[in-house]
């Protein structure tokens, strides 16, 4: 069964530090991934999806994201941090659902990122 | 355009009691998923509709069940409640074209239920 694995549950930078998230899959199909932003008290937003074209994928917020097969990884990433990354993220896999409709998500348990002044 | 929605934003129920939570998808979307969200964990998947029917469940009870509309808006429908029910309800809409995989999700602001 397809899963994804975060590691700890809170990461914490200075601004102006890398943000290095980690994220690794087991899946027995190529697998869709995706990572999540979600900021306090809100729903969930999309930062990044892999779908199997480029390893190297970019998002929204100057984050990106590299698929690695051999190590069964897609860590997320952003040169500098700001203030205003200080959110929960989220790494997820898609399901197939073969009955219709779209994808099902599984989600792994999200890692809080504090960005301090 | 409106992204998704959902209605109401929070809710205070009480152990035995039965809530509805309702959706409304992204304009264009035909698809919608439920999830929940406890709290320090990631959302989980509770089913999913699709032209009316639920496609596919996740590892929830028949407590929890759902419908949707042929405006493609969507309730769940949550009975008996229990004090583990508390966490935040998402929606997420998409358009379905079966086989292909490039669609994207896109998620409300949730609903808050607190189970007393």
């Known amino acids: 069964a397809q899963s994804v694995t975060q590691l700890g549950s809170h990461v914490s930078v200075s601004e102006g530090a890398l943000v290095l998230l980690r994220c690794n899959y087991s899946?027995?199909?190529?697998?869709?991934l995706f990572w999540y932003v979600q900021y306090p008290n809100q729903g969930l937003q999309l930062l990044l999806k892999y779908t199997s074209a480029a390893t190297l994928v970019k998002g929204i917020n100057g984050f990106e994201a590299e698929f690695k097969k051999s190590e069964t990884s897609f860590h997320l990433t952003k040169p500098s941090a700001h203030m205003r990354d200080a959110a929960e993220y989220f790494c997820?896999?898609?399901?197939?659902?073969?009955?219709?409709?779209?994808?099902?998500?599984?989600f792994g348990k999200g890692m809080k990122l504090t960005v301090n002044p | 355009d409106a992204g998704v929605t959902q209605s109401p934003t929070h809710l205070i129920k009480t152990r035995g009691q039965q809530v509805t939570l309702r959706c409304s998808p992204k304009s264009g979307h035909d698809t919608v998923s439920w999830y929940q969200q406890a709290l320090g964990q990631g959302p989980q998947f509770i089913f999913q509709?699709?032209?009316?029917?639920?496609?596919q469940r996740g590892n929830f009870p028949d407590r929890f069940s759902g419908h949707q509309f042929p405006n493609y808006s969507s309730e769940l429908n949550v009975n008996a409640l229990l004090l583990g029910d508390s966490a935040l309800y998402l929606c997420?809409?998409?358009?379905?074209?079966?086989?292909?995989?490039?669609?994207?999700?896109?998620f409300g602001p949730g609903t808050r239920l607190l189970v007393l």
């Open positions: 997420a809409s998409s358009s379905a074209r079966p086989g292909d995989r490039e669609e994207t999700q896109y």
């Open positions: 899946s027995s199909v190529p697998p869709y």
């Open positions: 509709y699709y032209e009316e029917e639920e496609r």
């Open positions: 997820a896999v898609s399901l197939f659902i073969t009955q219709g409709g779209s994808e099902k998500l599984v």
